[in-house]
């Protein structure tokens, strides 16, 4: 065979074995990178697996708008022992809100334009029933308070050309030919309403009172405050004018009547508070508002107050940094004067370890626990000893707007409880417990 050809041909046949070499090995390691791509792909879909089945808890969980979730109530119960129970379902900021008599029931109004009067039959409830109230288009509500019993109710509204005052009242049920009374009642509907009351200011606050003392006759009266310097008090089922006053102390913060229907008492822009009183005739009617006392003693602006349950004291709050109980039980038409029982400091300090302010009390139905805010911040007080039993820093996402305590202990299981209820511009209803006054 030819030198040259045999070279040739053995140049050939190694080529081909390099090259059948070479494409094996390449086959084989892209293979390999197939397999591991197609195994990565593939444990996404594995993880993803257990959690599909959260997305129907999660909507299970929003189902009922006035319940807790179950992850809301462990938040809550993380958040603060006290807080027991939110009335979810509104829609906007909750501007005011309102106990019946009885405490069995609780208005409140939103600046969704709707009154919601929600019933009491346990606070622990994971659900309550209520009635809504859709306002007149036109101006959100401001305050609530209610008139002579669970089923009527006044509303404060305010816009540009003013405010307005609502009195809504269900009607009676209409007995039939067979001694039966109508399954279902009408809606409440609208019963007085006066408009520009305060001319173009807003109202601040309404608070109303059961008139029970001397010759009153029983009839609940309500103190409509401007954010001028008028005050206006009117018969709650009429809704006739019984009386103005003026504080002359260029804006008020806010007024309120003693439980009693006695007095009238304004926080406004000065230190001082004045004190009249509500004179009633021998029919039970109010005959006139006069001007017999003065809360003379702090050192700057009021910025809250409150009767006690019995009418004879008032506690104040001013931007001085104190708290003062008053005995107001003085012989005033002997020129005594009203005299100053405490002075408490307020407990509540900033980062920086100055005091801050309360905008809001709330008296105790039994008269021995003082409920305060600032911003979100809620705190208790014994009215005895002035010492914090509880706070609730963060006790809503937003600023307290209202707070009141129910007059009377409603249920929560087999046992009867105090409660206080809050509102925020966080679109939420809070119900609280009284703390123990043994806490520190």
């Known amino acids: 065979m030819d030198p040259v050809l045999s070279i040739t041909v053995v140049s050939v046949v190694l080529g081909a074995l390099i090259a059948i070499i070479f494409f094996k090995s390449y086959f084989t390691k892209r293979r390999s990178e197939i397999k591991s791509i197609a195994k990565t792909e593939l444990e996404p879909d594995h993880q993803k697996k257990p959690t599909k089945p959260s997305q129907p808890i999660s909507k299970k969980s929003h189902s009922k708008p ?26 906007d900021s909750v501007t005011g809100l309102c106990f019946s008599s009885d405490g069995k029931c609780l208005a409140t109004a939103c600046a969704d334009g709707v009154i919601r009067v929600h019933k009491l039959d346990d ?21 609530v308070a209610f008139a002579d019993n669970t089923t009527s109710i006044v509303v404060a509204t305010h816009n540009l050309s003013g405010c307005s005052l609502y009195m809504y009242g269900e009607e009676k049920a209409i007995s039939t030919n067979e001694g039966k009374q109508q399954s279902k009642l009408p809606g409440p509907e609208i019963k007085w309403e006066h408009h520009k009351v305060h001319d173009k200011r807003a109202i601040l606050t ?10 009153a006759d029983g009839s609940t009266i309500i103190a409509s405050c401007s954010e001028g310097t008028d005050i206006s008090i009117w018969h709650a089922k009429t809704g006739k004018l019984l009386g103005n006053v003026d504080t002359n102390q260029l804006k008020n913060n806010m007024a309120a009547i003693s439980p009693n229907g006695r007095f009238l008492a304004a926080a406004a822009f000065t230190a001082d508070v004045k004190v009249w009183e509500i004179v009633y005739s021998k029919d039970g009617l109010v005959k006139a508002v006069t001007s017999v006392m003065q809360l003379k003693g702090h050192k700057s602006a009021v910025t809250w107050l409150c009767f006690a349950p019995n009418s004879e004291q008032i506690i104040t709050a001013s931007k001085d940094g104190t708290l003062r109980v008053w005995n107001i039980n003085v012989r005033y038409h002997l020129d005594e004067d009203p005299k100053t029982l405490k002075v408490l400091p307020i407990p509540l300090l900033d980062s920086n370890g100055a005091t801050l302010q309360y905008d809001r009390l709330s008296l105790s139905s039994d008269g021995k626990i003082l409920a305060a805010t600032h911003g979100s911040t809620l705190q208790w007080l014994s009215v005895e000893t002035g010492k914090v039993l509880d706070t609730a820093e963060k006790a809503h996402e937003g600023e307290i707007t209202c707070m009141a305590w129910a007059p009377k202990t409603i249920p929560m299981g087999n046992q009867q409880v105090s409660v206080l209820a809050t509102s925020s511009v966080d679109k939420k209803v809070k119900l609280w417990l009284a703390p123990s006054l043994e806490s520190s």
Do not use: E
Not at 66 to 91: A, C, E, F, I, M
Not at 124 to 133: A, E, Q
Not at 206 to 215: D, E, H, K, P, V
């Open 66 to 91: 006035h319940s807790h979730s179950h992850g809301d109530k462990d938040q809550n119960k993380r958040h603060h022992p006290l807080d027991v129970n939110t009335l979810k379902g509104h829609g």
């Open 123 to 143: 606070a622990s409830s994971k659900s309550f029933k209520f009635l809504r109230i859709n306002l007149p288009p036109g101006g959100p509500p401001t305050a």
């Open 206 to 215: 309404l608070f109303g009172a059961s008139a029970t003392y001397g010759t």
